[in-house]
């Protein structure tokens, strides 16, 4: 059996960083790694200190590296550093989002000796499993890499795992759990918060242009779930085992299938598992919200729900990002939301391609127009692999392009494409930010007389630097 290490890196220069959650790929690879008799261990650079790395690496045969697109570069200098410094003789593989839409980009450092595509629980204990045997290991799907001519072969996409419900548990004991808290702490009450993440499906089979999980990244596009009682048995196992008394969960579509959603929460409060839980990453099928499903989700736990609310301009809506549901679809999910007492946030973007003034400005409105309280506004970001990098390649002019800022919280305009101005983005950008959070309205009801404006002040002062200025 095989000795692995899987690390999440730390952005060299995105400034607005999230990762403050468990990484549950890498939790999820190491637990399938345990179950099939090898030993891990996990370093998250964004939580501990790159001091402990030699300690840990000296003596493993694999290194996996989870990449996003901002972190890629990070992952090859480390990879760099590991070979020469630390275990030549260990083998390197990258894997996660941006590796899997550019295999043989990634493989052009020459201290990456593989990339995995798409899904890697398999891949990676059958690469550990293989390392020395040619023959079986260079036919495993999913691998790229290099031939001794410089030559690159790929194979494929992952096997995905099978069954969810199969899946074993998040490693959570290779984590240093205690640093672990929410993804958006500012808007939610600390004091005794022990957080827990769970992705309860896989896959999106939707076609927004601007988004990974559309472009066939590694949960692909082929919808997948765990039951109902397998996401009960995981709740109930991190509130026993880790104390765990807030839980988010991560999925792109959990409301997908909204009979479901709503049997999580039926079991949720059939079992009183008296838990606090939260959608941090949008409910973006908000077509598929009505004030019932709200209303069993308040009722089992949930205190925060963010919306995918993306634009104000149905053309941008319909035309330009391919978002498949209605501004007013929109508006009756947040308003039901908003009536119901839970938190309520949503995500609205800047520049997408083609996009006026005029529409930006329309977004500006809809934000304003909603019982929110809070928005996040967001320049586009072109991420490699997505429809909306291969038209700016196509048919736009690039203003940045270095890996190392493709942060989606960034205060950079990206590209211009047809009507779109680099100018218009940002100052329609600041001024969202402003005339959403500066009115007394809003500064008072939803800031000033909120108890976590006051424990999160220090945070929150720093985001509306950045942010507003």
């Known amino acids: 059996m095989a000795k692995v290490a899987l690390i999440y890196p730390r952005p060299n220069r995105i400034t607005f960083d999230t990762a403050h959650t468990i990484n549950l790929g890498l939790a999820y690879l190491a637990a399938v790694l345990e179950k099939r008799g090898h030993t891990v261990v996990i370093h998250d650079c964004n939580l501990q200190s790159d001091n402990l790395l030699p300690d840990k690496l000296r003596e493993v045969e694999l290194v996996g590296f989870y990449a996003i697109t901002a972190a890629v570069k990070a992952a090859t200098a480390l990879a760099e550093r590991i070979k020469n410094d630390i275990n030549p003789d260990c083998k390197t593989i990258l894997g996660g989002p941006h590796p899997t839409s550019r295999p043989e980009e990634t493989l052009e450092s020459p201290y990456v000796d593989y990339v995995a595509i798409g899904e890697g629980e398999n891949l990676i204990c059958d690469l550990a499993e293989n390392l020395n045997k040619p023959e079986v290991r260079d036919r495993i799907a999913g691998l790229a890499f290099r031939r001794s001519d410089g030559t690159v072969v790929t194979n494929g996409k992952a096997i995905p795992p099978g069954e969810l419900d199969d899946l074993p548990f998040p490693a959570y004991h290779l984590f240093p759990v205690q640093q672990i808290g929410p993804t958006r702490p500012t808007w939610i009450n600390a004091k005794n918060l022990v957080c827990g993440s769970m992705m309860t499906t896989r896959g ?76 941090p990453n949008g409910i973006s099928r908000v077509e598929n919200i009505d004030e019932d499903f709200l209303r069993l989700a308040r009722d089992s736990g949930c205190v925060d729900a963010w919306f995918a609310a993306e634009s104000g301009s149905e053309r941008i809506r319909n035309e330009v990002i391919n978002k498949q549901n209605t501004i007013e679809q929109v508006r009756r999910a947040i308003e039901a939301s908003s009536r119901l007492g839970i938190q309520t946030g949503a995500f609205f973007i800047f520049g997408s391609a083609d996009e006026t003034l ?75 930010f402003r005339s959403f959070f500066l009115r007394p309205s809003h500064l008072l009801r939803k800031v000033a007389f909120r108890k976590e404006t006051y424990t999160n002040l220090p945070l929150l002062m720093r985001q509306a630097v950045q942010f507003m200025t």
Not at 219 to 233: D, L, Q, T
């Open 204 to 279: 999106c089979p939707f076609k927004c242009t601007f988004c990974t999980s559309a472009a066939d990244q590694p949960f692909g596009k082929v919808f997948r779930a765990m039951s109902p009682e397998r996401v009960i048995e995981e709740i109930e196992w991190l509130q026993k085992v880790w104390n765990v008394n807030f839980i988010e969960f991560q999925d792109d579509v959990f409301n997908l299938i909204t009979s479901r959603a709503e049997d999580i929460c039926r079991l949720i409060i059939r079992k009183k598992l008296n838990i606090r839980w939260s959608i």
């Open 358 to 432: 005029e529409e930006m400005q329309q977004t500006i409105d809809f934000a304003k127009s909603l019982p929110l309280d809070r928005a996040q506004f967001t320049i586009a970001t072109p991420f490699p692999g997505t429809a909306l990098w291969n038209r700016v390649d196509r048919e736009g002019r690039w203003l940045e392009k270095d890996y190392d800022m493709f942060g989606p919280y960034e205060n950079i305009v990206y590209y211009e494409v047809g009507r779109l101005k680099a100018e218009n983005v940002m100052k329609m950008y600041k001024k969202a």
